[in-house]
């Protein structure tokens, strides 16, 4: 077993050698052998389209955050209003997968930054969230992957990242818990200051 120390998702280097068009039809044949093996009758007119739905599903969308080519391409913009404050994005949509259980995680992202010269459009900020949102998943890296993206980009160590999701797999089997919810954060450079710390969390309402 190999075990991953870092950030990074655990991914094969050949992981883009097959088509997604190869892929999806693949993954169509082992979703309707599990349907299969669970009894259901596939000749069902609900069911039929089932297998290509699913394999098309994780393709193209749950899992579309796998390859680098669908990284979005930000553009930065000079900070010409000297803007020096912190700009805070809340509340941005989280759908993700649990990596453990392949149930969805589903939550609120809120993100901050401090500018070092440079801004970027709003809605990147909410694209990258989805980008690393888009990949087997879990909570921590998935927050620590949005930061490191948001770091490198803007050029500053000034980036806060909180992720508040509920998952599926604690939710609706387990310990069915329908109400707890999991936080996590990555504050860094400035955001580890005490005062900006606390701003950024009563912006974001915590
Ligand atoms: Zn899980």
Known sequence: MTRSDDINTPIRPDAFELSDQEKIEKIETHVRSIL???GMDLKDDSLARTPHRVAKMYVQELFSGLNPDNKPRVTLFENK???????VEKEIAV???CEHHLVPIYGKAHVAYISNGEVIG?????????YFCRRPQV???LTRQIAAEL?????????AVVIDAAHMCVAARGVEDVNSSTVTADLGGQFQNEATRLEFLRYIGY
């Open 36 to 38: 299969d093996i669970l």
């Open 81 to 87: 209003y000297q803007y020096s404050q912190m700009l």
């Open 95 to 97: 759908f993700s997968t």
């Open 122 to 130: 709003l809605s990147k900020i909410n694209r990258i969230v989805r």
């Open 139 to 141: 909570q921590e890296r």
């Open 151 to 159: 770091r490198k980009t803007l050029k500053t160590e000034d980036v």
